[in-house]
């Protein structure tokens, strides 16, 4: 009898440890999800981040945990931040179009450089929404395992000036103006007379309280954000182009995922994105309230802004190897398929 209870407890035992090892094997893995961003947590990009952050969280049941380091704590800049999800180092991150055409050596991403090719964030989302995108991202996984889920218009570039007035292209002739480093925007600049000077983003602010340049162009919000209506006095929105900030991912990252996981990745980035041009679409008027506040902000009439495009129309004409004539074309072609549906 002993020896049978003594076999029974064996058995017993055998079993649980089968059972328990099986439920260990089954137990879902937790997926880390690393996202970099190099603005303050008061930005839009953090707030949206965060509600991709509760999707992803939320709709895997835990297996997803996703881990969000803002305002530069893991890259000093776009730049960096596009060799981390190249290395899978981070497995989500933005960055503007002028990064990807020079992480990829991709020069089709400056298509959205030409002033005035794009007539409004309608015809950019309609483009990108509509083929050019995908044309482009395919191009980027190819040569850098960065896959591209979201485009948002980070805002239209205006231009401002220490000093007034900024009524014309002759009021810019001879003036510094910051600009990223890119061959479009000092060509951009030069049609307008000025001269375009690459600053370092984190020192654009003290260039221009030091009389370095005279004056900048970047993305609308920037004024507000990093105050540089402390040391500019007027802005003219003449808005030749838009920074478009592409969401990157992880090929490495998202190939791997199952494909269930997949499936509610992919759902997520869809939100973020429709959320993002949303939250920038407010932020742009909630920005210019502000700033028409704190300095003066020079709007421009139909026939005021021509003298703008008719200044560097022959950009878009005899420029075209910048990007490329294939690519032109075909965001040319959208543009007009989208103005033919309105």
């Known amino acids: 009898?002993?020896?049978?209870?003594?076999?029974?407890?064996?058995?017993?035992?055998?079993?649980?440890?089968?059972?328990?090892?099986?439920?260990a094997i089954a137990a879902p893995r937790t997926i880390e999800v690393k996202i970099s961003h190099v603005v303050p947590e008061t930005d839009v990009i953090h707030q949206?981040?965060?509600e991709l952050k509760e999707y992803l969280e939320k709709e895997s049941d835990g297996r997803f945990k996703v881990v969000i380091y803002p305002n530069r704590q893991l890259s000093n800049s776009n730049a960096e931040d596009a060799e981390k999800v190249m290395a899978n180092i981070v497995?989500?991150?933005?960055?503007?179009?002028?990064?990807?055409?020079?992480?990829?050596?991709?020069?089709?991403?400056?298509?959205?450089?030409y002033p005035y090719l794009f007539g409004s964030s309608d015809e950019l989302y309609y483009a990108i929404d509509n083929g050019l995108n995908k044309y482009l991202?395919?191009?980027?996984?190819?040569?850098?395992?960065?896959?591209?889920?979201?485009?948002?218009?980070?805002g239209w570039c205006p231009i401002s000036l220490s000093k007034g007035p900024?009524?014309?292209?002759a009021d810019l002739k001879g003036k510094k103006i910051r600009i990223l480093n890119s061959d479009m925007y000092m060509e951009i600049m030069k049609s307008f007379g000025a001269v375009g000077t690459p600053i370092a983003y984190g020192e654009t602010y003290t260039a221009m309280?030091?009389?370095t340049v005279d004056g900048v162009t970047t993305n609308f919000p920037n004024w507000l954000t990093e105050r540089y209506y402390e040391v500019q006095k007027v802005l003219g929105m003449m808005n030749p182009f838009a920074i478009i900030h592409m969401t990157m991912v992880s090929e490495n990252f998202y190939t791997s995922l199952p494909?269930?996981?997949?499936?509610?990745?992919?759902?997520?980035?869809?939100k973020y994105d429709a959320r993002m041009r949303e939250l920038r679409a407010q932020e742009a008027i909630d920005t210019m309230a502000k700033l028409k506040t704190l300095m003066t902000v020079r709007e421009y009439s139909d026939a005021e802004l021509q003298a703008f495009k008719d200044a560097s129309a022959y950009i878009l004409r005899d420029k075209s190897d910048i990007a490329g004539k294939e690519v032109i074309e075909y965001a040319q072609k959208l543009i007009q398929e989208y103005k033919g549906k309105k």
Do not use: W
């Not at 991202?137 to 980070?154: E, H, W, Y």
């Not at 900024?166 to 292209?169: G, N, V």
């Open 91 to 113: 497995q989500v991150a933005a960055a503007p179009t002028s990064v990807l055409a020079g992480s990829g050596n991709i020069p089709e991403y400056k298509v959205f450089d």
């Open 209 to 211: 309280q030091q009389g």
């Open 166 to 169: 900024l009524d014309s292209p």
């Open 48 to 50: 949206a981040y965060l």
């Open 1 to 23: 009898m002993k020896k049978f209870l003594l076999l029974v407890a064996v058995v017993l035992s055998a079993a649980f440890l089968l059972t328990s090892g099986a439920t």
């Open 137 to 154: 991202s395919d191009k980027l996984v190819a040569k850098t395992g960065i896959r591209i889920m979201s485009a948002v218009n980070g």
């Open 259 to 270: 494909d269930d996981l997949k499936t509610i990745f992919e759902t997520g980035m869809a």
